[in-house]
């Protein structure tokens, strides 16, 4: 059995309105980052993926099995939704052990999986808790675990950061990463932090349709020749704002640091080329597919 | 085990309690209050031992030509469809065609009529802001060449015309004109049956039963479908529909989950039940075992099909829908034996009338109709619950959302 995800030639719609267009796609084992705007449709593939939304054409196949085989599809994969809540007065290790069941796990192996999880996620101490009782890092942490609970080979994780403070979310990329060692994960966000710090393959979604597809080290490649930096005086920020697509700004004593994505060399004073960060390279993959890019903009 | 979890959901869930007062209410404020004294063997000196309905064709005869006369004469007919109180007036078509009836049952013809009524005693009633007159007759009778088998025809129409309801339907005729003093014999009989032929608690199941019958055809669907919409309130479908297990077998599981956890506080009231009549009928041979066979071949179909009712409305529509789809289911059947609370069991409705501890033999002239209705509603909530798995899988991979009524979307309001 292959350890891959190939998707090919995939639409989806819903109803009459097309929601993906031709997805190609090939997810090998290891982190694999998902970046797109929200409603990019980065959901609506993660969905499709974890065998509860219905693909229109094209082939999927997940480990060499039709995506069609859903029940054998649910058996492999573990989902983790961007918006979800478990029952609020269920305590969590049984919520956990709930879910497990549902998973067809018996129940000796559930207990020892159940600890096991628990203990991995560091919420082994808050596992009498009540659901209701978890703050926002924490129950990201309980999903992580629900979807790990009957050990799937591939983890589909859609935009389980947003929302949660800097210490949680270095804490949750370091434990998808941990996870990802033996198991295809796909990490879907819009923020690209997430992806720099955790994934090695990473494409980029809009509208529908893949914009981008490989490493990130080629994405950055490809904007190679297009960030530049400048330093200018605060009065001609909107005036540059307008003209560029600006990715940071960094206020100094006498002048204020931009940093930009351009097709050519921007016409400012000491504007010089620099190393493309993921975030600029994101930018201008979007605006080199003629997207339209409202970066700094107001 | 997964079966226990959900009971355990269940059992938690606050819609199951309210269920739980409920019914604890109105078993303590019916069932229980009325049984609370025993049944006394009726004395050779009372004056009065009741009625009895009996199909008697000259009774029914009598009765149903003088009321119809008073009916028709005031224009005026008293109907109750759906249970609810309605005075019919018919237009002139309608009128000429009950008169032409008439006719044909007092073998007279239209002039003869107006002389009925010209002498007829006019009582004026007022009503609300109005008064009308209500016209008495005692004297009419049904022509001797109408047979009996006619005369049902005539009312049968004439029941169509006032748009059903009326006193004049065939089902109630017996009910509504023949209606005779028990004798201190068949009085003495009817006690003796209950207390000798399934012994007293055959009588006190039937009467349980019927109380708990008409709580079970609503309040059961409340639990059902808020259950049922749990997992889309609490946020928690996604993570449901991304496990391994079958939608059958989760459905399945949930549905027998509700059933069992249900039917415990039934079970409950029946414990009590049976101890209450052991302690008022202390002394008397008692069927204990009556006081549990009976209910729960009687309630327990009830509970499964509204069970199964809330959990496929719901998975269509929403849980709001599936009680009001109940709420209407209940109330016809209620409504719709409402003249008669014993003797009338049908084969396909759905509560089993039977409020009184005496009249055993009514419910066995019926007792093959109840096991068909019983077994009927069983296998019923069964397909209804192979429906309820069939669109949660539809759903859950994503080929069916559900219909929206109202609300974004919802097909009422895109009509509007």
């Not at chain 1, 999880?117 to 596992?127: A, F, G, Q, S, W």
């Not at chain 1, 400012?268 to 993921?278: G, R, S």
């Not at chain 2, 209450?276 to 202390?282: C, E, I, K």
């Amino acid at each position: 059995m292959d350890n891959k995800i190939v998707i090919r030639k995939m639409n989806k719609f819903y109803g009459s309105k097309q929601a993906l267009f031709d997805i190609d796609l090939t997810i090998e084992q290891g982190m694999f980052g998902l970046l797109g705007r929200n409603g990019a449709g980065k959901t609506t593939l993660m969905k499709t993926l974890a065998a509860i939304h219905k693909k229109k054409n094209g082939k999927i196949s997940v480990c060499g099995i039709p995506i069609e085989k859903e029940s054998e599809i649910r058996a492999m994969t573990g989902y983790l939704p961007q918006d979800f809540s478990m029952y609020p007065n269920m305590k969590t290790d049984e919520a956990l052990d709930y879910l497990g069941a549902l998973s067809g796990i018996p129940k000796a192996e559930r207990k020892k999986r159940v600890d096991s999880l628990l203990r991995k996620v560091n919420l082994n101490e808050h596992r009498h808790k009540k659901v209701k009782e978890l703050s926002g890092g924490m129950k990201r942490r309980l999903g992580i675990a629900q979807a790990l609970i009957h050990d799937p080979k591939v983890l589909i994780v859609d935009e389980p950061t947003a929302g949660l403070d800097p210490e949680e979310r270095i804490r949750f990329r370091n434990l998808l990463c941990e996870v990802a060692e033996n198991r295809i994960v796909i990490l879907s966000t819009h923020i690209v932090a997430d992806i720099e710090a955790s994934c090695e393959q990473v494409a980029i979604m809009d509208s529908g349709k893949i914009l981008w597809n490989g490493t990130v080290q080629q994405l950055l490649d490809n904007a190679r020749g297009h960030i530049y930096t400048a330093n200018v005086e605060k009065q001609f920020l909107p005036q540059i704002k307008k003209e560029y697509i600006v990715t940071g700004i960094l206020p100094q004593n006498e002048f204020t640091t931009v940093r930009l994505v351009s097709d050519a060399e921007p016409d400012l004073p000491n504007a010089v080329m620099t190393e493309p960060d993921l975030e600029g390279a994101y930018m201008y993959c979007l605006h080199s597919s003629g997207c339209e890019v409202k970066g700094g903009e107001e | 085990m997964l079966f226990l979890k959900e009971c355990k959901k269940v059992a938690r869930s606050l819609t199951f309690w309210i269920y739980c007062i409920i019914l604890a209410l109105m078993f303590f404020t019916n069932y229980y209050s009325d049984v609370r004294y025993g049944e006394s063997r009726p004395s050779a000196y009372e004056q009065d031992y009741g009625t009895k309905v009996v199909e008697d064709p000259d009774l029914i005869m009598d009765g149903a030509i003088n009321s119809l006369m008073g009916e028709f004469a005031s224009n005026r007919y008293i109907c109750y469809p759906f249970g609810f109180y309605k005075a019919v007036s018919l237009k002139d078509n309608d009128r000429n065609e009950v008169e032409k009836l008439i006719q044909e049952l007092t073998g007279t013809d239209h002039e003869g009529i107006s002389e009925f009524m010209d002498e007829a005693q006019v009582n004026y009633v007022e009503h609300a802001l109005s008064t009308y007159p209500e016209y008495v007759f005692n004297t009419m009778i049904v022509d001797k060449n109408v047979s009996y088998e006619r005369f049902k025809e005539i009312m049968g129409e004439i029941d169509d015309i006032l748009g059903g309801g009326s006193l004049y339907a065939v089902d109630s005729l017996a009910f509504n004109f023949s209606r005779v003093p028990m004798t201190y014999e068949e009085a003495l009989k009817e006690y003796e049956d209950s207390i000798t032929a399934d012994t007293m608690t055959g009588a006190l199941s039937r009467l349980f039963c019927d109380y708990t019958g008409i709580d079970l055809a609503l309040i059961p669907v409340f639990v059902a479908a808020a259950f049922t919409a749990a997992d889309r309130r609490r946020r928690m479908t996604e993570l449901v529909y991304s496990r391994k297990i079958s939608s059958l077998r989760l459905t399945f599981t949930r549905y027998a989950a509700l059933v069992t956890t249900m039917f415990i506080p039934v079970l409950i009231t029946m414990i009590i039940a049976a101890v209450q009549a052991s302690v008022v009928y202390s002394g008397e041979e008692l069927k204990m075992h009556l006081m549990f066979t009976t209910p729960t071949f009687w309630l327990l179909p009830e509970i499964m099909v509204v069970t199964a009712v809330g959990m496929l409305v719901t998975e269509i529509f929403s849980a709001g829908v599936a009680v009001a789809v109940q709420g209407v289911w209940a109330f016809i059947s209620l409504m719709s034996g409402s003249n008669e609370l014993y003797g009338d069991i049908t084969k396909f409705g759905l509560m089993c009338r039977h409020n009184t501890l005496y009249h055993r033999s009514a419910f066995m002239e019926t007792y093959n109709d109840f096991v068909f209705n019983r077994i009927f509603y069983m296998i019923l909530a069964l397909v209804l619950v192979c429906a309820a798995a069939f669109i949660y899988n539809l759903k859950r991979g994503g080929r069916f959302n559900g219909i929206r009524l109202f609300g974004k979307g919802g097909i009422l309001r895109r009509k509007a």
